[in-house]
């Protein structure tokens, strides 16, 4: 559609709002913390408009049915509210391409639903919270195209459910933990265009299930080709492997 308008605090009167999705219009305007009230919501999408301003600290208090959030491609600013750490049916957050800064809370970590988290395009900054490791449900996971610094926590071992991983275009340092050899479903990875250094974990070769894995553009990585000849990957499966560090590029599929 093309609905203009702006979202309206009077809307908070409705108390059994389950389900409030307005998504692909020119709406404008703030989201209104005054939708504290909405303590049955499940699924919200507000994704691809031209609302603005933050995400509100009150929606912590009786949100904690939301499955659902979606904020994608609007004009939202400010920080990830930690008080939102009560959060814990969400299944998927998505707020891709918006201006978000800061961190991600620690505090998530009672998230304990959580399968798809999708934050790139933004400018967050510091670090991969280590306690995140608690979200073993994870399945999906891109923060790409920020300012996250620092080292790859080697906690997150414990995604085993993990199918796609991307972290790619950031300034993380440090090495690729070994310890990520546990995601055995892992399909999508992609590290590239950061400033990792030192060689590819040995214990990467039981990452079976692998079918695209990105690590173009880091500082030092080396030992990468016998690293990958030592990859016993099954046949079948289509493998799209990219290695540059300025000086080749190798691609190959089978």
């Not at 709002?17 to 049955?40: A, C, E, H, K, L």
């Not at 904690?64 to 930690?82: C, N, R, S, W």
């Not at 201006?99 to 399968?115: N, Y």
Request: some cysteine; hydrophobic content about 40%; charged content about 10%.
């Amino acid at each position: 559609n093309s609905i203009w308008w702006s979202m309206e605090p009077s809307w908070s009167s409705w108390s059994n709002m389950y389900r409030f999705q307005i998504d692909d219009n020119t709406i404008d305007g703030v989201i209104p913390d005054t939708y504290t009230g909405w303590d049955s919501v499940i699924v919200f999408d507000i994704s691809n408009n031209a609302i603005t301003w933050s995400l509100p600290d009150s929606f912590s208090y009786r949100w904690d049915t939301i499955q659902y959030f979606k904020v994608d491609h609007t004009t939202i600013h400010g920080i990830l509210p930690a008080a939102w750490s009560g959060w814990t049916e969400v299944n998927a957050f998505l707020v891709n391409n918006n201006t978000i800064e800061w961190v991600l809370p620690e505090s998530w970590t009672g998230w304990s639903s959580i399968a798809n988290f999708w934050a790139h395009v933004n400018n967050l900054t510091w670090t991969l919270p280590d306690a995140w490791n608690v979200l073993t449900t994870m399945n999906t996971f891109n923060v790409s195209y920020n300012q996250i610094s620092w080292s790859l926590p080697s906690s997150w071992s414990a995604w085993s459910n993990l199918d796609y991983f991307n972290v790619s275009h950031n300034t993380l340092v440090s090495t690729l933990p070994g310890s990520f050899s546990t995601w055995s479903n892992i399909n999508y990875f992609d590290v590239s265009y950061n400033q990792l250094t030192w060689s590819l974990p040995a214990e990467f070769s039981g990452m079976n299930n692998i079918h695209r894995f990105y690590i173009s553009n880091n500082d030092n990585l080396s030992n990468v080709i016998f690293a990958l000849i030592c990859w016993k990957i099954p046949i079948q499966i289509l493998i799209i492997i990219t290695i540059k560090n300025d000086k080749f590029l190798y691609d190959f599929a089978t």
